[in-house]
Each structure stands twice: as structure tokens, then as C-alpha cells.
């Protein structure tokens, strides 16, 4: 037995160092502390329920044709059908549910294969697709769809050029009043602003008849989104039953309020186009409309294939929609709503901050990144990405990283929604932003005593909340472990409240280790937010270790101080003399969670580098070099002294034996670093492994007192072949009973002989 009464165990060796005997480090027993992941304690704000959508006409029309119950052109009427909801759609594919921007996607995809189309389905499609001024479309000749009939009279429209733009302006009737006093003054006002955050549209190109498109502006077509469409029984009109007609019975229907369908001249992948409205909406939103579907035009002019069916289509032109409607010092009341749980729309941004950027479920909502980026980078960031995605390709979220690289500013987003309690919140650059958003769901995490897991999926271009509202006043100690280290594209924010103050937010990506110890003023923790990102355009975090936070009610004073080691080869017989010298090493280490030796205290060294330089001859050979080893923490983890960079100290108290026990290993076999140049014409060079592994590896030293302070220093040698002059009487006496010992006792060594030196001592607490 050792001088201190405990347990001797047999260590493992390390490297090319054979040693069988290290005393004084018992091994620790495995964690049984109940741990679990965050999944056990979710939610601190109760997650909204998916909400029942039913699927769109789109959705249901595309699943038919998967399953051969339609031909390919059957389902491309069906869904024009569906879209302006004509009597003759499938009573299968009738949904209360409609997709805004359904038209644009099925007549560009009519556009692109039309040399492919039959002729009868051409001329099914006719109405839909022409111009709203046209006489067969469905918005001048209603009643005579079914009939398809070819006509050439102009129907009843009148158009204003609104002057100081390149707008021109049309509305059913005879009477141009509303268009020169009301609409082409909102028109104005929303071209003067435009340019501020995203170019002009560039206007189209006239046609063969004149009066259907006089002039190369781009033209909005004010449609009467209330009209009675009278080609179903049920929505002609009867004296006798008077009060609203069913919704669907409106050519524009349920938020059809805008579309903005390319036109000539078309180029490759760009193309002009023009602006649906519907009038009869509120005059803000068609202000709103008009905006968001004129960028939707300017889109088409950098690509038209990205503006249709892009990602990033609908975003960025609500984007617009918000930046105009605020330079006109109105609410943007639809981008709002977009974020709002509360709206009740099918997006709800904080509500799905979980779920991908790029998802279509967030196709409108994700204007908040796009708002974020313009906050960071300027208001010229959405046309810098629409520059980037112009050439022909299909570049999506490619185009956005060109511009707002997203392994920076993701996670700086996803900090940003947690929307109070950080620097520069939404509302500081936007008085009416909704600041009582919160994203949701959010992982409660535990008050007391725990050790939980991060373990949250996180999709790509998403992000997971985990709220620490409180601490028990039994934790003193708050330990985060990121043992997702090195894991691409997953990033680990933290916000901390200290007392009664948030800090600022603090990047933990790329930290192993961080530890909040509340007996310190400056740690006493009293709220902390962890929010985890994954910046992957595609694809989720794959399974790894999660990252996870150990709550502990075990004090946190460290140790801390210094090291630092020298080993000198000296075999005089075969002309080596080589020396390896450590650097003086900052050294911190911490107690570990679960202490199982009473009377003494086991602490776990914190991540620390070494510099090793060597010097020397080896035969005729000359030997120099440089080494930075990097020691990782394996906090809480079993002792294993076999791997090559890793520490532990213990030290045992007075009643125990009043010493300390220090074991550092700094060894890195894969580093070639040893230059060895021998003689020749040319010299030889070869390369190799630093043979030094120890930086301290301290059997026994006496503690040392000064009063009430304590602190942990020496100097010793070690010799590895006799390692057993390192020992205490009773160890060794103990040892002598091992199998072999007598082989290891008689060794001569001096062949390899270590010099350490360190001082350390408890860290000194700031407060009282």
C-alpha cells in the first residue's frame, strides 16, 4: 500500500515508452447520473400542432398523374382549371386551399414544352393564357370560355400610362377616371421607391395588334378579382336567395390576389412579363400586391426559370413587397403575417425555424433572411443575389451563399430569431416589427442537477432553441461539452444572462469545453439559450455525438498553472545525445463530476498545447525540429492512459497523505516533425516522430502549504527504466509483489531520463 492508504492499479504503457506500473490513478466508474437527452423535457413554449392543411389542387392533381389515373396533358388543363376554379376541374381536385403562384409555374411549364403540346390542348389552355385584355381570355369573355370561341374585337379595357414611369395601367370599362386619380397615383409611389431595393422591370415588347399592347412598358392589368363567374349553376345569381356567393365562385378566389406571367421578349432564360391585380382588394394590400409582383417581373429579367420555380422567387419579392411598403411609411401587413402563428397562415416562420430556409412551406416567409442580409449587408443584397443567380442554371440557394455566405450569417440568423435579448433585434431597424415573436418550438431544459443531451435533429438551413429559464440554487457549476467539435456546418451559439444582464451572444462553435462556474460573479449564470444551426445547403446533421450540458452541483474551482518537461537521450556507446525541451505550457484542469475517493479530489485536464523543439546528434546524424501537440479534454470520461495527448491530477489531502499526483501525456505519433540529416553528397533527410511523450508525469510530490493557501509544485526526474526510485516505500514494497518485478527492478536505465517542473494552485475566486 501507498503512504496515502489507497489502492494501487496497473496502467497501460504509452507509445514507445513500455512502462507497466503507474500508481496512485484508480480508474473511474462509468456516469450513473440518470442522464438524458433535451428530448425528455421539451417544450418551454408549448409547440404549435402541425396544422392540418389539406393538400392544394396542385398536390392533388400531381399524385393522380403519378399514379397513371390521368395523361400528362389532362393533368395540364386540370390544374388551369383548378387554378381559376372552372366548373370542369375534378370534383378529386377541388381544394379549399389555393397556391398562389400556381399559374405562373403551369404556364411557363406550357411555354417551355409547347412545341410538344397537341394543338386541342393549346386551344383548351388559350383562355388562361392570353393576356387579360385579350378577347378569349377568361377575365374579358367569362360566359364564352366553354365555347372557346376565336374572336379578334377588342374587349372593353382602357389603359393609362402613368406618367414618370414605364407602367401602363388597364381596367375593364369605358371609364378611365379611377385609373389616372386613384391607381396611377399608387403606382407612382411605388416606382419612385422600387429602385432603392431592386431594379425596374425592363418592359416588354409590343405585339402584332396594337391595341391589346400599344406601347413597351410593363403593363398591369387591374382585374376584377369579386366578378361573378357564371359558368357553374350555383354561382348564377338568384333573386331569391340573396347574401355572398360561395368564395370559389370569384374568378381571383381565396388570396388569388397577384400573378405576373412572363411575356416577350423571351431570351434564353430571361424574359419580359406583365402584373395580374386584383382590384377589388383593400387598397393597401393592392399597393403591396402590385410591388411584390412587379419584382416578381424584374426577376424574370435575370432568369425567369429561377423566378418561377425557384427557391428564392417568392422571398425576395416579398422582401421587396416590405421594403417598399415601409419606405411608403405603411404596415406590411402580409410579410407580418407570414411570421405571425397567430395569423393563422400555412407559414408561420416562427413557428418553423426547425424546418429548412428553403423549404416550400417557407417560400413566402423566408423574406426574414433576406430582411436579416439586408440588415448586415445593405439593401442592394437581394439584387446582388438575383445577379448571381441570372446565368442560365438553376442556382437557388447557390446564388444566396454567392452573396451572403451561409457558414457566417446562418448561424448569426438564427441567433437573431431568437428576437430579444440580443444585440440589434429586428425592431431596432423596424419600429412596428412584431417583437413579441418567439421561435417555437423551444427544448425546456433542466432547472437542477442533469447532464442533457443537445439532441434535437437539425435540418439543413434550420436551427433547434434549448432554454435554460432558471438554475436551482444546488447548481454551481454549468458545463457545456461540445462533443460535435469539427463537425461540418453545425454551429453552437450561446446567450447568457449574468444576474439580472444579457451578454452579448457568444460563438461556442468551435469551443471543446465551456464551463460556468456560479460562485463567480462574472459566471452566475442566471438564464442561458444554446442554439444549435446546421449551415448545410442540403442536407441534416448526421449522426454524431451531440453536444451536451452537464448541470452539477459539485463546486468548479480549478487548478491552474504551469508545466513544462524536458527528456535527454544519452547513450554515450552509440554517439546519441539528443534533447527534447517543452516549452513552458499553460495547464488548467477541472474537478470531475463524479468524485468515488473519499478524501481526495480527481480533476480532468482542460485543452492545452505543447511546443516541443529537439536538438542533438544521433550517430553521425544531426536531429532538430519543431512539434505542437494538442492535448484535447476527456472530461468526465474513463482514464485511459494510452492515449497520447491527455491529463488527470488528483490530489489527496492531509488526512490521505497530503500530495499530489500529476499525469500529462503529449504525444503525437502521426507528426514527422524530427529532422534527421545525415551526412552524404547530398545529406540524407528522413523524418520521424518526437520520441518525448511526457510534459509532466508526476508519481508523488508533497503538497505545499502557506497558511490556509495550498499549492501543487516541484521538480523531479523520471526515469522510466527506474521509475520505481519515483515511488514511496510502501508502493514499492507493493510493486515487488507483481509477476516480473524483479526483471523490472534490476533495469539500469539512465539512457532516457526526464526533467519536470511545475507550480500550480486553486484558482483564485473574484467575488467573496
Known amino acids: 500500500m501507498s503512504a496515502s492508504g489507497r489502492s494501487l492499479v496497473v496502467l497501460a504503457a504509452l507509445g514507445v515508452l513500455i512502462v507497466l506500473l503507474i500508481v496512485l490513478f484508480p480508474r473511474v466508474k462509468p456516469r450513473a447520473d440518470g442522464s438524458q437527452g433535451a428530448a425528455g423535457n421539451r417544450p418551454a413554449v408549448p409547440a404549435t400542432e402541425e396544422r392540418k392543411i389539406p393538400p392544394t389542387s396542385e398536390a392533388l392533381i400531381a399524385a393522380a398523374l403519378a399514379a397513371g389515373d390521368l395523361t400528362y396533358e389532362e393533368s395540364l388543363l386540370q390544374r388551369a382549371y383548378a387554378i381559376y376554379g372552372d366548373p370542369r376541374v375534378e370534383p378529386a381536385f377541388r381544394s379549399p386551399v389555393i397556391d398562389w403562384e400556381a399559374g405562373d409555374r403551369l404556364f411557363h411549364e406550357v411555354a417551355k414544352k409547347e412545341q410538344t403540346l397537341s394543338a386541342g390542348l393549346l386551344e383548351a389552355l388559350l383562355p388562361f393564357r392570353v393576356r387579360p385584355n385579350h378577347p378569349a381570355s377568361i377575365f374579358s369573355r367569362p360566359r364564352d370560355v366553354l365555347r372557346a370561341q376565336q374572336q379578334t374585337t377588342l374587349a372593353d379595357w382602357v389603359d393609362f400610362l402613368v406618367p414618370g414611369t414605364e407602367v401602363r395601367l388597364w381596367i375593364q370599362g369605358h371609364d378611365r377616371g379611377p385609373l389616372e386619380q386613384k391607381y396611377g397615383p399608387m403606382v407612382s409611389k411605388i416606382w419612385r421607391v422600387f429602385p432603392q431595393f431592386f431594379p425596374h422591370p425592363f418592359g416588354d415588347a409590343e405585339e402584332s395588334n396594337r391595341n391589346l399592347n400599344p406601347g413597351m412598358e410593363t403593363d398591369v392589368y387591374l382585374v376584377h378579382g369579386n366578378t361573378v363567374d357564371p359558368r357553374a349553376a350555383k354561382c348564377r345569381p338568384d333573386p331569391g336567395s340573396p347574401g355572398p356567393l360561395p368564395i370559389d365562385c370569384t374568378l381571383a378566389r381565396q388570396g388569388n390576389s397577384g400573378s405576373a406571367p412572363e411575356a416577350a421578349p423571351k431570351r434564353a432564360n430571361r424574359s419580359a412579363g406583365y402584373v395580374l391585380a386584383d382590384v377589388d382588394q383593400d387598397a393597401d394590400v393592392l399597393l403591396a400586391t402590385i410591388a411584390h ?15 418561377v420555380i425557384g427557391g428564392i422567387g417568392e422571398a425576395t419579392a416579398t422582401w421587396v413587397e416590405y421594403k417598399v411598403v415601409k419606405a411608403l411609411g405603411m404596415t406590411p401587413g402580409l410579410p407580418y403575417g407570414y411570421l405571425d402563428p397567430s395569423a393563422n397562415t400555412s407559414e408561420a416562420m416562427f413557428d418553423q425555424l426547425h424546418v429548412t430556409l428553403t423549404s416550400p412551406r417557407s417560400a413566402y416567409a423566408s423574406w426574414l433572411f433576406y430582411y436579416y442580409a439586408s440588415m448586415e449587408l445593405g439593401n442592394d443584397v437581394v439584387t446582388r443575389i438575383w445577379q448571381s443567380a441570372g446565368p442560365i442554371g438553376f ?22 430569431n431568437w428576437n430579444h435579448d440580443v444585440p440589434r433585434q429586428y425592431v431596432d431597424d423596424d419600429s412596428t416589427f412584431p417583437s413579441r415573436l418567439r421561435p417555437n418550438p423551444i427544448t425546456l431544459m433542466p432547472s437542477g442537477p442533469a447532464t442533457t443531451e443537445l439532441n434535437e435533429p437539425v435540418a439543413s438551413l434550420a436551427a433547434q432553441y434549448y432554454h435554460y429559464s432558471s438554475f436551482d440554487e444546488s447548481v454551481r457549476r454549468v458545463t457545456f461539452e461540445n462533443l460535435s467539435l469539427g463537425l461540418p456546418h453545425a454551429h453552437v451559439w450561446a446567450l447568457k444572462k449574468i444576474g439580472n444582464d444579457w451578454k452579448p451572444p457568444e460563438d461556442w462553435t468551435n469551443q471543446e469545453q465551456q464551463i460556468l462556474c456560479r460562485d463567480i460573479p462574472s459566471d452566475d449564470v442566471t438564464e442561458l439559450v444554446l442554439i444549435v444551426s446546421n449551415s448545410d445547403m442540403s442536407n441534416e446533421l448526421p449522426p454524431h455525438p451531440r453536444p451536451r450540458v452537464l448541470t452539477e452541483d459539485v463546486g468548479c474551482e480549478t487548478i491552474e ?3 513544462q518537461s524536458t527528456l535527454r537521450l544519452n547513450d554515450p556507446e552509440h554517439n546519441v545525445d539528443v534533447t527534447y525541451v517543452a516549452s513552458l505550457t499553460t495547464l488548467q484542469f477541472r474537478p470531475r463530476t463524479v468524485q468515488d475517493e473519499a478524501g481526495n479530489t480527481q480533476y480532468d485536464l482542460l485543452p492545452a498545447s505543447v511546443v516541443w523543439s529537439v536538438a542533438g546528434r544521433d550517430g553521425d546524424c544531426k536531429v532538430n525540429g519543431r512539434l505542437l501537440v494538442r492535448i484535447p479534454s476527456y472530461v468526465d470520461q474513463d482514464l485511459d492512459p494510452t492515449r497520447p495527448a491527455w491529463g488527470y491530477m488528483k490530489v489527496v489531502g492531509r488526512g490521505g497523505g497530503d500530495f499530489h499526483s500529476i499525469w500529462i501525456n503529449a504525444y503525437n505519433l502521426d507528426d514527422p516533425a524530427e529532422i534527421r540529416t545525415c551526412p552524404g553528397n547530398p545529406p540524407r533527410i528522413t523524418r520521424g516522430a518526437f520520441r518525448s511523450a511526457y510534459l509532466l508525469h508526476i508519481l508523488m510530490q508533497a503538497n505545499t502549504h502557506d497558511g490556509n493557501a495550498v499549492s501543487f509544485k516541484g521538480r523531479q526526474t523520471l526515469d522510466p527504466e527506474r521509475f520505481q526510485d519515483n515511488l514511496a516505500p510502501p508502493a514499492l514494497e507493493a510493486l515487488k509483489s507483481f509477476p516480473g518485478a524483479s526483471q523490472m527492478l534490476n533495469r539500469r536505465g539512465g539512457k532516457m531520463v526526464y526533467t519536470f517542473e511545475w507550480e500550480l494552485r486553486p484558482r483564485r475566486r473574484s467575488g467573496p
Open 561 to 563: 498553472g504551469t508545466g
Open 395 to 416: 442556382d437557388g440557394i447557390k446564388a444566396v451563399n454567392s452573396v451572403v455566405p451561409l457558414e457566417e450569417h446562418f448561424p448569426k440568423f438564427a441567433v437573431r
Open 293 to 307: 409582383e412587379l419584382a416578381h417581373v424584374t426577376q424574370h429579367n435575370y432568369d425567369v426559370d429561377e423566378g
